[in-house]
């Protein structure tokens, strides 16, 4: 199983960018996706996730700005970030919890992160 995460970049304070991950390999099932980031000299911490249910989940500093949306079927993950700071600046991961198949144990499978730098 593989991520592939797009979509970072150099964008001004209160700009916007819209990140995009793509699971592939064999994938069963997916119970829920999200986004992680992490600053230089900071521990990564939770962005938003998404339930295959369709329910959500914020960082309360995430909240308002940021849009987390999923497609189990197309195995996508995508965030919508708008309004962005310089606080925000950080690499970007995307995360999945999914079954390769009927019978393996539910796993964490990480993208390799995508840089976002947000300039005052």
């Known amino acids: 199983v593989q991520l592939q995460a797009s979509g970072g970049g150099l964008v001004q304070a209160g700009g916007s960018l819209r990140l995009s991950c793509l699971a592939s390999?064999?994938?069963?099932?997916?119970?829920?996706m999200g986004w992680y980031r992490q600053a230089p000299g900071k521990q990564r911490e939770k962005v938003a996730l998404?339930?295959?249910?369709?329910?959500?989940d914020y960082a309360d500093s995430m909240k308002g700005r940021f849009t987390i949306s999923g497609d189990n079927d197309k195995k996508t993950v995508d965030l919508q970030m708008n309004s962005l700071k310089p606080e925000d600046t950080a690499v970007y991961f995307c995360k999945i919890q999914a079954r390769r198949t009927t019978f393996a144990s539910s796993r964490e499978y990480w993208g390799q992160g995508t840089l976002v730098t947000v300039s005052s």
């Open positions: 390999g064999n994938i069963f099932s997916i119970s829920d």
């Open positions: 998404i339930g295959s249910g369709g329910l959500t």
